[in-house]
């Protein structure tokens, strides 16, 4: 099982980027998956989820990035998708998707998430 | 600042039990699951500890979770040196409607 993220650049504010984790040795249409984020030096922080096709493939995201960022899925292809418009410095992080189990549990409180992938780096700068 | 408040050291001597407290309110630890991760430097964060004290395939029965009231702990019984990482706690906050995480905890074998 193996998540690996991909699409991180330096970009200037305001500009948009599309970051990609490819997921290996299970299906990802099988879960939900989960993008989390860890600015330099600074703790972990959870950017959001989408849920399963059969649960609709709703997401759910965290207030800085709601208006934001959209998370997608390609079950087909096996991959995630997290799309960062109108970017911000303050977005400037290393960014980790997860496979998240859920149990069937649809309140995500119930969730956790295993394994991660290495982390792709966003840099936000002029 | 966090919404989970973590010491942000712990140690202990090998074989010593030292344990993380992960403090939080009604609203999240008070109603919902904690999670636990480790984190090496430089690596990505692992899952350690899941509703509260459930541990995932592979890691190590010294590792042992627990919640009351509004706060948790994780607890690691015969510490070793390769226990040397940072941990979080990590809870869904019902007035924020996300998920949160405290400040992490590093953890020194002395």
């Known amino acids: 099982v193996q998540l690996v993220e991909s699409g991180g650049a330096l970009v200037q504010p305001g500009r948009s980027l599309r970051l990609s984790c490819t997921a290996s040795?299970?299906?990802?249409?099988?879960?939900?998956m989960g993008w989390f984020r860890q600015a330099p030096g600074r703790g972990l922080e959870w950017v959001g989820f989408?849920?399963?096709?059969?649960?609709?493939?709703?997401?759910k995201y965290a207030a800085p990035v709601r208006d934001r960022f959209i998370i997608s899925r390609n079950d087909v292809g096996n991959v995630a998708y997290l799309q960062m418009n109108s970017l911000k410095t303050d977005d400037t992080a290393l960014y980790y998707c997860?496979?998240?189990?859920?149990?069937?549990?649809?309140?995500?409180?119930?969730?956790?998430?295993?394994?991660w992938g290495q982390g792709t780096l966003v840099t936000v700068s002029s | 600042q966090p919404v989970l408040t973590q010491p942000p050291s712990a140690s202990g001597t090998p074989g010593e039990l030292v344990t993380i407290s992960c403090s939080g309110s009604n609203s999240n630890l008070g109603s919902n699951y904690v999670f636990w991760y480790q984190q090496f430097p430089g690596t990505a964060p692992k899952l350690l500890i899941y509703q509260d004290q459930w541990r995932p395939s592979g890691v190590p029965d010294r590792f042992s979770g627990s919640r009351s009231g509004t706060s948790a702990s994780l607890a690691i019984s015969g510490l070793r040196s390769e226990d040397e990482a940072e941990y979080f706690c990590s809870a869904w906050d019902d007035t924020l409607n996300g998920l949160i995480f405290g400040g992490g905890t590093k953890v020194t074998a002395l």
């Open positions: 997860s496979r998240t189990m859920t149990d069937n549990a649809i309140f995500a409180g119930e969730w956790w998430s295993d394994p």
């Open positions: 040795g299970f299906r990802i249409a099988d879960y939900a």
């Open positions: 989408i849920r399963r096709r059969t649960y609709g493939g709703t997401t």
